[in-house]
C-alpha cells in the first residue's frame, strides 16, 4: 500500500510517500524557520502562505524519487489537527482535492499520533504497550499508549510546554529562533549550579508538568544578572542556559519514571521536536538503563514535524484500524485545530 503523507499543521511544510510493503520512506520538507526568524515566533498567516507556495513542488519532488505516478497511490493521510487552522486548511485542501480526483481515501492524522508512532519507524521498534512523553512546541504530555488508537493521558502541562519554554528562554538570552537547539548548545558552556532556578512540580506526586514559573525565573535572573545595564555576559547567558536545560530535563526525567513505575512498563518513547535534545536523551539514557527500561526515538531527522510520520501514522491506522479508518475516510474531512489525542 502506497500512502501519501502531507504535514501542514504549523511552521514545516511535509510531503512523504510510505510504502507499507517494502517499508521505503521517501519524505521532503520545507522548513519555514527562515521566514519567521525577524518575528521570534510562527506568524500564522505567512505560515499558511507559504505553505500554499511549497506544498505542489514537494509533492511533485516526492513522487519523481519515489519513481511513483499519481495513480499508483493508494491513500492519502493528512495532518487535520491540532495546529493552525489557515496552514492546516492548505494540506487538508490539497488531500481532498487529490483524493477527489484519484478516488483514494483521505485518511486524516492526529498531528500527536504522528509524533508518538513515528519511533516504529526505527529497528529495533518498541512494541505495544509503552509510556510517550511526547514534548513539542505545543504539548508535553504522558500517555499510556495501549495500541494504536488507545491513548490514555498520565500527565499534561499546566501551562507552557517544554518546548514553547526553550523557545521564550532563547528569547530572553537574546539567542535566534526556534530556542531549543540554541539554547541546548549555549548552556553546555555553562556551570552547573552558578544559578538556581525551580524545579516546578517535581514534588507535585502527580504527573503533571508546569513550565511558565520557570520561564518567569529565567526572567528574573536575566534581569539579575544583567542589571543595571541590562547587558549580559556571554558566561553568566550560559549559566542561565545550562540551569534552565538542566531544570527541565530533570522535571522531565523524573516524570517519565514516575510514568513507568505507575504503569509497569518498561519501555518509554519519546517523540516530539524537545525529544532532539541531547541533554535529555543522555538523562533518560543514563537513569531508564539504570533501572532496566528502554528509551526509543524515532530518527533524529523526523523529531521535528515531518510528512514522513503522518504517512506512517495513516498506513498503520488502514492497517490495525481498518474499519474505522476506513469511516473516517468517508466523512467529509474537516480541519481540527484543537483537537485533544485522547479524543478520536
Ligand atoms: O514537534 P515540533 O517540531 O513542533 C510542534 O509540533 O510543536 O517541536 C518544536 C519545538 C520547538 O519549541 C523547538 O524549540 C523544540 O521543539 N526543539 C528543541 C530542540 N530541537 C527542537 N528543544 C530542545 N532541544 C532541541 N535540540
Ligand atoms: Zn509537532
Known sequence: MRVLGIESSCDETGVALYDSATGAMVHALHSQVDLHRAFG?????????????????????????????????????????????????????????????????????????????????????????????????????????????????????????????????????????PGGPEVSR??????????????????????????????????????RAGAPSGNLCEQARADIAREFVDSVVEVLTAKALAALARTGLSQLVVAGGVGANIQLRASLQDRLGARGARVFYPPLDLCTDNGAMIAFAGAVRMTRLPEATRMAATEPLRVRPRWTLTDR
Open 41 to 177: 515566533g510562527v506568524v500564522p498567516e505567512l505560515a499558511s502562505r507559504d505553505h500554499v507556495r511549497r506544498l505542489a513542488p514537494l509533492l511533485l519532488d516526492v513522487l519523481a524519487k519515489a519513481g511513483v505516478q499519481p495513480g499508483d497511490l493508494d491513500a492519502i493521510a493528512v495532518t487535520a489537527g491540532p495546529g493552525l487552522a489557515g496552514a492546516l486548511l492548505v494540506g487538508c485542501g490539497l488531500a481532498a482535492s487529490l483524493g477527489f480526483a484519484l478516488e483514494i481515501p483521505v485518511v486524516p492524522v492526529h498531528h500527536l499520533e504522528g509524533h508518538l508512532l513515528s519511533p516504529l519507524l526505527v529497528t529495533p521498534a518498541p512494541t505495544f504497550p509503552f509510556v510517550c512523553l511526547l514534548v513539542s512546541g505545543g504539548h508535553t504530555q504522558l500517555l499510556h499508549v495501549r495500541e494504536v488508537g488507545r491513548y490514555e493521558l498520565l500527565g499534561d502541562t499546566l501551562d507552557d510546554a517544554a518546548g514553547e519554554a526553550f523557545d521564550k528562554t532563547a528569547q530572553m538570552l537574546g539567542l535566534g529562533y
Open 186 to 223: 549555549l548552556a553546555q558552556f555553562g556551570v552547573p549550579g552558578a544559578v538556581r532556578l525551580p524545579r516546578p512540580m517535581l514534588e507535585s506526586g502527580n504527573l503533571d508538568m508546569s513550565f511558565s514559573g520557570l520561564k518567569t525565573a529565567v526572567r528574573t535572573a536575566v534581569e
